[in-house]
């Protein structure tokens, strides 16, 4: 397995580029099953989990080409069995469901495991995909999904207890466009990526209005055809990226290929935390500079349009070493603190208690081995490594290469003294 390096004390300047977004990516891979003709998607990022998605549509029958960040796929001769030693490596594979039922009428699919930020249930996907018709059983692991009279329309609500759910949204949608009739999505999620895969369905033939809203509506049609699709931005790593700016850069970082409109709510925390940020007139690159009186905040993580909780790991690392109280609340996820015990190792004050952790920023923090558990609480112990006294070593790096495009890269191309220690398993 291989670990991240990372020596402390480095201060970070010049640019990079954005990579596609991984969360955008995953869903419109997925729906290249609606359609038999080739789609080619753009900037989808060379990350494990888009990777995992393209070896889930082969094994599903789909003509898979990839060449950097371009993808082809033609969906001609397909099947609806999902394979498990796939599908349970990567939670995102649900979204496999909803086309190939619209598609083939069927869908076996295993069931996603939990994972450490939460136990991930997916009553929400059934409910949207039972009320237009599908008939749903579990056998061995596997969910089965039948539509033995068709997909129909119908109006239904996805909230769950914990908000909207948005892979949830992107099945139920992706299921609809080739139901008979109008299919209505209330408390709909509302995230960037759910617009970006509205827009690559109608651009493939689909009648999709109100994404981006909470009511979704989409008029069923007979089929789809190809299309040609570049994914946007990737507003996680965009924003990761604009934490190591405030973290480690006195004289400023600028980050190319992002988008402002999808980073309102990580630009407003940085700004009220004492940071600089400033965008280009087209939106599309930031410059982000430390502030030189930082201050401690409070972040409540909400549904898009609200803080999303994908941030919240990074900006705890950067209260850890911000003078006063912080506090991070995660309602989406309660138990998204995993990145708390490992900064604490590395000298950081945080109690995490009820879904909230309750941060005392203090002067230095201290390098330490630590473990990465899942994908942005590993992201914080590398934001946090920048500012460590010595050299932190992450182990378990598979984690952050599942959504950070050559992170190590990126970061040595902003100056960090980073290193990748290539493992023997
Ligand atoms: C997506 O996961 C993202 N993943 C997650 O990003 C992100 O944290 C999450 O949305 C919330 O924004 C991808 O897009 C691939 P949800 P998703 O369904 O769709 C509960 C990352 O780091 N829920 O919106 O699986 C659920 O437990 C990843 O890139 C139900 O109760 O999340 C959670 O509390 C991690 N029943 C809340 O809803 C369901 O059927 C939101 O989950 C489904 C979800």
Do not use: W
């Amino acid at each position: 397995m291989d670990k991240l390096l990372v020596h402390g004390g480095s201060t970070l300047s010049g640019s990079i580029n954005i990579s596609g977004s991984k969360n955008a990516s995953l869903p419109i891979l997925a729906a290249a099953l609606l359609t038999d003709q080739e789609v080619i998607i753009e900037r989808v990022p060379d990350v494990s989990d888009t990777n995992y998605m393209l070896q889930i549509l082969s094994a599903l029958g789909c003509e898979v080409e990839r060449y950097s960040g371009t993808v082809k796929i033609k969906a001609a001769q397909i099947h609806p069995e999902a394979p498990y030693d796939l599908v349970r490596k990567m939670r995102a594979s649900i979204c496999v469901m909803g086309p190939l039922v619209a598609r083939l009428g069927r869908a076996s699919v295993s069931i996603p495991g939990g994972c450490v930020i939460g136990d991930r249930p997916i009553d929400l996907h059934l409910k949207g995909l039972q009320a237009i018709g599908a008939e749903i059983d579990t056998e061995g692991g596997n969910i089965l999904i039948r539509a033995k009279h068709g997909l129909t329309g119908s109006h239904v609500d996805l909230r769950g207890k914990h908000g909207p759910t948005v892979l949830g949204t992107d099945n139920l949608m992706m299921a609809a466009v080739l139901a008979k009739g109008t299919t209505i999505i209330e408390s709909a999620a509302c995230e960037p990526e759910v617009v970006d895969l509205a827009n690559f369905l109608n651009s493939m033939g689909a009648k999709i209005e109100g994404a981006g809203s909470r009511r979704i509506t989409i008029e069923g049609v007979d089929e789809l055809s190809g299309t040609h699709h570049t994914v946007i931005p990737d507003r996680i790593e965009a924003g990761t990226f604009m934490v190591a700016g405030a973290l480690a850069s006195p004289g400023g970082i600028t980050l190319n290929r992002v988008r402002q409109d999808h980073l309102t709510e990580a630009t407003q925390k940085l700004l009220e935390a004492g940071h600089d940020v400033k965008f280009s007139n087209d939106g599309l690159s930031v410059f982000v500079q430390a502030g030189n009186d930082p201050k401690g905040c409070e972040i409540t993580t909400a549904p898009h349009p609200g803080f999303p909780t994908d941030m919240q790991a990074q900006f705890t690392a950067m209260f850890a070493i911000t003078p006063g109280i912080s506090v991070v609340e995660d309602t989406i996820f309660p138990q998204r603190f995993m990145h708390c015990a490992e900064l604490t190792r590395m000298g950081a004050h945080i109690k995490v208690d009820n879904g909230t952790a309750k941060v005392q920023g203090v002067a230095q923090l201290s390098a330490a081995p630590v473990m990465a558990s899942d994908l942005r609480a590993s992201a914080a112990l590398v934001l946090a490594g920048l500012r460590a006294r010595g050299t932190t070593e992450i182990n378990r790096l598979y984690h952050i290469d599942r959504g950070y495009e050559m992170i190590d890269e990126k970061l040595l191309q902003l100056g960090a003294n980073v290193q990748r220690v290539r493992g023997s398993i």
